[in-house]
């Protein structure tokens, strides 16, 4: 049984994430400051921890009991690890 909650949160941060790229890019294109183009990124990069966040929670939440409960907790874990350790490289 899945436990997977709604994920159209994660979603519309994503699109709201994608509006902003695309802001940049025009900032970039019409030659803004640097350092107001920096402090948008930052943003972005803020932006897109956070739906990390969501999505790691959502995992916890959801696939990672399900795995506990079935009896795969460790392969589970060790998938996450892995994502983990690519998202933080």
């Not at 939440?61 to 009896?71: F, H, L, P, Q, Y």
């Not at 892995?82 to 998202?87: D, G, K, L, V």
């Given at each position: 049984m899945s436990r997977t909650r709604n994920r159209q949160p994660m979603v519309h941060r994503m699109a709201r994430i994608e509006g902003h790229v695309r802001a940049v890019r025009e900032m970039l294109v019409?030659?803004?400051d640097?350092?107001?183009?920096?402090?948008?990124?930052?943003?972005?990069?803020?932006?897109l921890d956070g739906?990390?966040?969501?999505?790691?929670?959502d995992h916890m939440?959801?696939?990672?009991?399900?795995?506990?409960?079935?009896?795969n907790?460790?392969?589970?874990?060790?998938e996450i690890k892995?994502?983990?350790?690519?998202?933080?490289i």
């Open positions: 019409s030659d803004r640097c350092p107001e183009i920096l402090i948008q990124l930052a943003a972005i990069r803020a932006a739906v990390a966040r969501l999505v790691f929670e939440d959801s696939c990672i009991v399900d795995a506990v409960e079935t009896g907790a460790e392969a589970k874990i060790a892995t994502a983990f350790a690519q998202y933080f």
